[in-house]
């Protein structure tokens, strides 16, 4: 039955007018991230929850650290200090530190500076002033200068100090940053969000044009470090390895298409399902998401890898026949493979990283619209051919299929995986996951180092809906910590309650300060038989005055001070929850435990350090469980589509050795496996699985010669294609290219050598 | 954690601010160990003549003018000079107090208390430290690459002028004054910003510990 070419017009109108409403959707939702974090787990216990967003939004996250390097220290020290006068002065960044105390450092940072005596509990008691004059007369026994004379006048109990010491999570020297490999280091905050990366971009490029404005600065060396910095950097690669690679694979991909088919009619016929799978993959994928990562859009096409395969199993059957004559034979086989795919991938979906979800369903989807436009386009468009007058029924052939061989690589291949592996297959570092290179997290490590942060492994979690409470429960958290230090718990901790308190405490510290004129009489008294003048502590009096009526302070009133980063690392809004992290400094984790359980605040001790391993843990266990499961279902649907036990045996057999010795690859080629290998490794299975369903086919001669050409057709062009992706310098593709570029090949070297010979005939 | 650092502290900077002018301070006071016996107004016999030997100690009154004061603080006690590296400040009145610099820190004993600072090596500090190993060892070259030196007066009553050529330290100190007669330094004057000096006298009594 040969189509009109009314019904090939009229099909084609519809999958073009399919095309037009997904870009449609695209135009109208599409929206692109950058997001480092985004393979990273999707939470699943508050820790996780805190972990991930203190990564995605913590402290350190708005900070780019910059690195000066390329002579000596003396003129890395000036370089530096010019630096941090020019980009302090830039309004993107909140503040700029390379180490050195400025001049202005006695300048008290906001909201310290207004709301400081109402921080903590004041005496103002007679007796009380008197002992402060007389402990501020001892210290100008010893220190002197106008800074220490300014903070004694405005504040004689040096309240200031007291808090800004227990805010400081380290004891800062005043000597300039330098790192290991001698670079000068500085630290500059943005005000942007490291998400926001267009501001990112400008805070970066801020940076390197006040470095160009430093003297002699070709002689010098400037890296940009940090989470935002990093982001950029990704944006910048994505886009120049998503033109090269992608226009480096497709030729490839041409390439062999041309060479196997000889045809530039086919050529263009191949790529209609895979744009067609990529249009729609990314449509669904930016209607179920808010944003589409840089990842999946830029290597989408190349994810789709197996799709490719689709119109090639076509084009070699459809040589002797109608391209319609030709998807009948293969639909059966075809329909298989791309429904085992599709449960792979779906696997993907649910496997618990938001990234990993948008590529499966992106490529499930993807897939299935291939498949379809395949099945029901693209046969019309194949150029007619006259059906075979010399029809006598053909007879068919069952392969033999061998297992010796499947058997012989599955075991070699686990007793290489055991011998190459030490101390566990898996790779359980967050970092692993990041899409940044490991050369660049490790100059990230090295250059931060130089500026002395804090161990924020241990920390005490409280968490509540109503901020009120959480404060108030971070105070008696404070006053039983001080007790624990006293013991020698631990030996410092920070709480949000030390820079904000509960509006109870607020309220009480506004009422016991006295009204003016008493506090100024008060004043009168401490100062008698002291050399200090009657006016000395003037502005002291007035700013107790101001205090008494100030507004309460709230977060919001800390946002735009240079205090919000530490109030950031200390205070979480997670969903309706507010979440309180006291970073407890040098502990005794196990006594300080179980004096915690006791303390029925709501506090629990949390190991950061050991939370993040239990939760690559339980992410890899999670994605193993959902892709087993999977795996599972497609060998009971094999099964029950094909009936026989023996062949769905050597198909499991097949895909499960050619799997191990993928795995032996990678491992020896990269080491220790992590969740990315994981999804390389499901488009392996879906490649396998292909290249066995119709390997083990029963079939005439003649269509034996035209599937061994479209599989072998399949394997070379996915094996090349994803070779190329091999080659990138973002870990997360290079991963997935080596992995899957080895899994293609090795997959039809197996599946090929194990069904070979024809034996039996089968009607 | 490597990835979970909070942003340096930058409010660590006032306490830390303080403390370095304390350090200074004390540094500085330490001077007046430098010159016991200077027998000519070349500097560079004044130095000769300057090595100390330790244990030694020295009483002093100290007289602290700023603009918190009406009246300046007097202060009395003694200095002792234990061991190369090792200096006291012991003041007996008008309260009990003392400053040991030993080992790279500062510490601080008030009513039976002690904290201690570390002293690191911020310029300024370092500078200053390097003053005073040139005036203990003789140097006068160190001496003069790091202050502009006037000497005036007689043997018997001269006066060493050493005013600070690098920028950032003139920020906060505006000068040093040591006089001195024949047997030994009499008085040493600090000169800060904003009308703010102290003048140390060194009573004659210097023995031996």
New interface residues.
């Given amino acids: 039955m040969k189509p009109s070419l009314s019904t090939a017009w009229q099909r084609s109108i519809l999958w073009l007018a399919a095309a037009s409403l997904m870009i449609l959707v695209l135009a109208a939702r599409l929206e692109v991230s950058f997001d480092l974090s985004a393979f990273l787990p999707q939470q699943t216990t508050l820790t996780h929850d805190i972990l991930i967003e203190q990564i995605r939004k913590g402290p350190g996250s708005r900070l780019l650290v910059i690195g000066v390097s390329g002579a000596p220290q003396d003129r890395l020290a000036e370089a530096s200090e010019q630096l941090r006068q020019t980009l302090s002065a830039n309004p993107a960044f909140v503040s700029v530190l390379n180490g050195e105390l400025p001049d202005d450092s006695a300048t008290v940072p906001e909201p310290i500076n207004r709301y400081y005596l109402l921080m903590r509990d004041i005496d103002y008691s007679l007796a009380s002033l008197q002992r402060a004059v007389q402990a501020r007369l001892q210290d100008l026994a010893f220190g002197a200068g106008s800074a220490l004379l300014d903070l004694i006048a405005r504040d004689p109990f040096l309240v200031t100090l007291e808090i800004l010491e227990s805010l400081a999570p380290v004891d800062m020297g005043g000597d300039l940053w330098f790192a290991a490999d001698g670079s000068a280091v500085l630290l500059a905050e943005t005000r942007a969000a490291s998400i926001d990366i267009a501001a990112q971009s400008e805070a970066v490029r801020a940076v390197r044009n006040a470095f160009a404005a430093v003297p002699a600065a070709k002689a010098l060396s400037l890296d940009v470090t940090g989470v935002g910095a990093f982001s950029v950097e990704l944006q910048e690669i994505i886009r120049a390895e998503a033109t090269k690679r992608t226009v480096l694979a497709t030729s490839a991909l041409l390439l062999v298409l041309l060479v196997v088919f000889r045809s530039p009619r086919l050529l263009l016929l191949a790529t209609v399902p895979l744009g067609m799978g990529f249009l729609a993959g990314l449509a669904l994928v930016s209607l179920v998401f808010d944003q589409v990562h840089g990842i999946t859009l830029a290597f989408g096409f190349t994810l789709l890898g197996v799709a490719v395969d689709y119109p090639l199993h076509l084009f070699s059957h459809a040589q002797h026949d109608s391209g319609q004559v030709a998807m009948q034979r293969i639909w059966p086989t075809l329909r298989l493979g791309v429904l085992s795919t599709v449960i792979a991938y779906l696997a993907l979906a649910f496997s618990g990283s938001q990234g990993l979800a948008q590529l499966g369903l992106f490529t499930a989807g993807g897939v299935t619209v291939a498949m379809l436009a395949t099945r029901a386009w693209l046969p019309l468009l194949l150029p007619k051919r006259q059906a075979s007058r010399t029809l006598a029924p053909e007879v068919k052939h069952a392969p033999m299929l061998r297992y010796p061989a499947a058997v012989i690589v599955l075991l070699v291949a686990v007793v290489a995986v055991l011998g190459t592996v030490e101390g566990g297959l898996w790779d359980d570092e967050l970092s692993s996951l990041s899409p940044v290179a490991v050369e660049r997290l490790a100059a990230d490590r090295s250059l931060r180092a130089a500026a002395v942060t804090p161990d924020m492994r241990y920390q005490l979690v409280m968490h509540n809906t109503s901020l009120e409470t959480l404060l108030q429960a971070s105070e008696s958290a404070d006053r039983l910590l001080a007790e624990a230090v006293d013991e020698g718990l631990l030996e410092n901790w920070q709480s949000v309650s030390q820079m904000l308190p509960s509006l109870q405490s607020q309220q009480r510290r506004q009422d016991a300060i006295p009204a003016a004129e008493v506090l100024q009489r008060e004043l009168s008294e401490a100062l008698i038989g002291t050399p200090f003048r009657a006016d000395a502590f003037d502005t002291f009096a007035a700013g107790a005055n101001t205090a008494r009526t100030l507004p309460a302070l709230t977060p919001s009133g800390i946002v735009d001070t240079p205090l919000r980063s530490w109030l950031d690392s200390h205070l979480l809004q997670l969903g309706g929850e507010w979440v309180s992290l006291i970073s407890v400094v040098l502990p005794r984790p196990d006594e300080l435990a179980e004096r915690v359980s006791g303390w029925n605040i709501g506090a629990d001790l949390v190991d950061l350090q050991a939370s993040s391993v239990e939760l690559m843990r339980d992410y890899r266990n999670g994605a193993l469980r959902t892709i087993l499961v999977a795996s599972l279902i497609i060998i009971a649907l094999l099964w029950f589509v094909r009936g026989q036990f023996r062949q769905t045996l050597w198909i499991g057999l097949t895909v499960a050795a050619s799997l191990a010795a993928t795995i032996a690859t990678i491992t020896m080629l990269h080491g220790n496996l992590t969740v990315i290998h994981l999804v390389a490794l499901l488009l392996v299975l879906g490649l396998g699985l292909d290249y066995a369903l119709f390997l083990s086919r029963s079939e005439s001669l003649r269509e034996r010669r035209a599937t061994d050409k479209g599989v072998l057709a399949c394997a070379a062009s996915t094996t090349l294609a994803f070779g190329i992706l091999a080659g990138s310098s973002i870990p997360l593709l290079k991963f997935l290219g080596l992995t899957v570029a080895s899994g293609a090949l090795i997959s039809y070297l197996v599946a090929y050598s194990g069904s070979r010979l024809l034996r039996k005939t089968v009607s | ?22 350090r200074t ?2 540094v500085l006071a330490t001077l007046l160990f430098a010159a016991p016996s200077a027998w000519s107004l070349e500097l560079g016999a004044v130095l000769d003549g300057t090595t100390v030997a330790p244990p030694a100690r020295v009483g002093f009154r100290e007289e ?1 003018h ?8 007097i ?1 009395t006690g003694y200095l002792e000079y234990l061991q190369a590296g090792t200096l006291r400040k012991v ?1 007996e009145t ?2 009990d ?1 003392a ?1 040991l610099i030993e080992a790279g820190q500062v510490v ?1 004993e ?1 009513d039976g208390t002690t904290r201690k600072l ?1 002293l ?3 310029k300024s500090l370092q500078t200053i430290l390097g003053a005073i190993e040139a005036i203990l060892s003789g140097d006068s070259e160190q001496l003069k690459s790091v202050f502009d030196v006037e000497l005036d007066g007689s043997r018997e009553s001269w006066s060493l002028q050493l005013t600070p050529t690098s920028r950032r330290i003139a ?2 100190l505006a000068g040093l004054q040591v006089a001195g007669n024949g047997q030994s330094v009499t008085s040493i004057r600090i000169d ?3 009308d ?1 000096w ?1 003048l140390m006298e060194l009573l004659r009594d210097d023995t031996p510990l």
């Fill in positions: 954690m490597r990835d979970l650092r909070t942003t340096p502290p930058r409010l660590a900077m006032t306490a830390e601010h303080v403390y370095r002018l304390v301070q004390f602290r700023n603009q918190m004061f009406k009246e300046p603080m202060l003041i008008p309260f107090e400053f601080i008030r570390p690191r090596k911020s920020k906060r800060l910003k904003n703010e102290h």
